[in-house]
């Protein structure tokens, strides 16, 4: 091992919706987090391993910093907390406004809580594909700056993969000489049977409304492997069981939609996701289940895979 190589923990910290699920999966070069344009969609700690010659960085994706109205929301807050603590930097996200440049009290509470870690504290601004004047990001960056005295500023389009090689050179001159904690081969922490079950969760985020998407909980029961080359090519099939939670008996027939339109609509996109994500033919069946007020139960939570992972 070369003298010199660096390893470490990057945690992503920021409000909802700023896009931190979305850089995680432009920097991993695959979708490991889901995405969706609502809020909270992110409810557990999501890992993406990169590996370099010199360098192992493990990105770590967080639910967004929000007030804790029931114990799910509590328990995603405590994720994002523990997450920062256990990390080597944290990379706060906020998102590019056009207007003036004035930092908000909650996009100054995320550094504050970025700054509850040990380690030092980087700001991505992102979205910036989204702003009319470009003229106005320097502006914004000085603001930043000033405001929040962090280490490293840098301007990102996670969507379209703009400055992200800039984010990584800085990210990786802040790790600490170590060497790599994880194979080289390895992608991430999460096992795979719990990615498939996220993206059938964000088929319920992207194709139903109202309460639905945040009162749906996915667990995949079943998971039979016969894939016949595990080499990541696509020979052979998993055939895969998943059952989804809601809160209540009315929201049966919200999930399962009109002669079971929608539950079909979610299975079918799913299965393409997850025929991708595990590079073979799937057999998916889902089933829907009401577990009352699953949002408020401890238990219920930690069943789910949303309570906070061992230690
Ligand atoms: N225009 C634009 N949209 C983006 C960009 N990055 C993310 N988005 C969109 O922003 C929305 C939220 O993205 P997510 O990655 O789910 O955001 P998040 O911060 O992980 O959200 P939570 O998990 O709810 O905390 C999605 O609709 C994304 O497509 C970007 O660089 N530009
Ligand atoms: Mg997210």
Same mark, same amino acid.
């Not at 699920?21 to 987090?33: D, E, H, R, V, Y």
């Not at 073979?280 to 139960?297: A, E, I, M, N």
């Given at each position: 091992?070369?003298?010199?190589?660096?390893?470490?923990?990057?945690?992503?910290?920021?409000?909802?919706?700023?896009?931190?699920?979305?850089?995680?999966?432009?920097?991993?070069?695959?979708?490991?987090?889901?995405?969706?344009?609502?809020?909270?969609?992110?409810?557990?700690?999501?890992?993406?391993?990169?590996?370099?010659?010199?360098?192992?960085?493990?990105?770590?994706?967080?639910?967004?910093?929000?007030?804790?109205?029931?114990?799910?929301?509590?328990?995603?807050?405590?994720?994002?907390?523990?997450?920062?603590?256990?990390?080597?930097?944290?990379?706060?996200?906020?998102?590019?406004?056009?207007?003036?440049?004035?930092?908000?009290?909650?996009?100054?509470?995320?550094?504050?809580?970025?700054?509850?870690?040990?380690?030092?504290?980087?700001?991505?601004?992102?979205?910036?594909?989204?702003?009319?004047?470009?003229?106005?990001?320097?502006?914004?960056?000085?603001?930043?700056?000033?405001?929040?005295?962090?280490?490293?500023?840098?301007?990102?389009?996670?969507?379209?993969?703009?400055?992200?090689?800039?984010?990584?050179?800085?990210?990786?001159?802040?790790?600490?000489?170590?060497?790599?904690?994880?194979?080289?081969?390895?992608?991430?922490?999460?096992?795979?049977?719990?990615?498939?079950?996220?993206?059938?969760?964000?088929?319920?985020?992207?194709? *139903?409304?109202? #309460?639905?998407?945040? %009162? &749906?909980?996915?667990? =995949? !029961?079943? $998971?039979?492997?016969?894939?016949?080359?595990?080499?990541?090519?696509?020979?052979?099939?998993?055939?895969?069981?998943?059952?989804?939670?809601?809160?209540?008996?009315?929201?049966?027939?919200?999930?399962?939609?009109?002669?079971?339109? *929608?539950?079909? #609509?979610?299975?079918? %996109? &799913?299965?393409?996701? =997850? !025929?991708? $994500?595990?590079?073979?033919?799937?057999?998916?069946?889902?089933?829907?289940?009401?577990?009352?007020?699953?949002?408020?139960?401890?238990?219920?939570?930690?069943?789910?895979?949303?309570?906070?992972?061992?230690?």
């Amino acid at each position: 091992m070369t003298a010199n190589h660096r390893s470490g923990f990057v945690v992503f910290v920021g409000r909802p919706n700023v896009g931190k699920s979305t850089l995680l999966n432009a920097l991993a070069g695959q979708k490991l987090a889901i995405v969706s344009p609502k809020p909270q969609t992110t409810r557990t700690r999501i890992t993406a391993i990169l590996t370099r010659e010199d360098a192992q960085v493990v990105l770590v994706d967080t639910p967004g910093v929000t007030k804790s109205a029931d114990a799910l929301r509590r328990s995603m807050q405590r994720i994002t907390r523990t997450a920062v603590t256990d990390s080597d930097l944290a990379l706060v996200v906020v998102e590019a406004r056009d207007g003036e440049a004035e930092i908000s009290d909650a996009d100054r509470a995320v550094v504050e809580a970025a700054r509850k870690g040990h380690g030092r504290v980087g700001l991505a601004i992102n979205k910036v594909d989204k702003i009319k004047n470009k003229k106005m990001l320097l502006p914004w960056m000085e603001a930043y700056a000033k405001e929040t005295g962090v280490d490293v500023i840098v301007p990102i389009s996670a969507k379209n993969h703009d400055g992200l090689e800039d984010l990584v050179e800085e990210l990786l001159k802040r790790l600490p000489e170590a060497p790599p904690m994880f194979p080289k081969e390895m992608v991430t922490e999460q096992a795979e049977r719990v990615i498939c079950a996220e993206l059938v969760r964000e088929q319920l985020l992207l194709l *139903t409304r109202q #309460e639905i998407p945040h %009162a &749906a909980a996915v667990v =995949i !029961e079943v $998971f039979e492997d016969q894939r016949t080359d595990q080499e990541g090519g696509d020979g052979g099939l998993c055939r895969l069981e998943g059952r989804i939670y809601i809160e209540r008996e009315s929201q049966k027939g919200i999930v399962v939609g009109k002669g079971g339109r *929608t539950i079909k #609509e979610v299975s079918t %996109a &799913a299965r393409a996701q =997850i !025929e991708e $994500f595990l590079g073979c033919k799937v057999y998916l069946r889902l089933t829907v289940h009401v577990d009352k007020d699953w949002r408020q139960s401890d238990r219920a939570i930690e069943r789910f895979g949303y309570g906070l992972p061992e230690a």
